[in-house]
Nanobody
Framework: QVQLVESGGGLVQAGDSLRLSCAAS????????MGWFRQAPGKERQFVAT????????DYAASVKGRFTVSRDNAKNTVYLQMNSLKPEDTAVYYC??????????????????WGQGTQVTVSS
């Protein structure tokens, strides 16, 4: 029903900034809370951020709070993750996800029904 495509990843140095985008299609974008997750090699997929349907409320993992900002543009069917002051420990594949229809997105991957293919973010020191 919903297809998600991430973009914007790349190789940057510590302290740099990067903005990820996630374009949605195949559904009514404003019906879905959206989330960002990341997964490093050998580790479990971890919560990064979530944003409500209207974009009025957000939640962040403690490790990124104050550095990352999630936002959305429902007219463009796109959710963003602005990442500032990047650290080597931010290196991971980043995934966007759409929550169950009309539900508030939480911190568990199990609360999300649709996933993008991921985009690699590598932060060197």
């Amino acid at each position: 029903q919903v297809q998600l495509v991430e973009s914007g990843g790349g190789l940057v140095q510590a302290g740099d900034s990067l903005r990820l985008s996630c374009a949605a299609s195949g559904g009514t974008f404003s019906n879905y809370a959206m989330g960002w997750f990341r997964q490093a090699p050998g580790k479990e997929r971890q919560f990064v951020a979530t944003i409500t349907r209207s974009g009025t409320n957000t939640d962040y993992a403690a490790s990124v709070k104050g550095r990352f900002t999630v936002s959305r543009d429902n007219a463009k069917n796109t959710v963003y993750l602005q990442m500032n002051s990047l650290k080597p420990e931010d290196t991971a594949v980043y995934y966007c996800a759409a929550a169950s229809l009309y539900r508030i997105g939480g911190r568990s991957p199990n609360e999300y029904d649709y996933w993008g293919q991921g985009t690699q973010v590598t932060v060197s020191s």
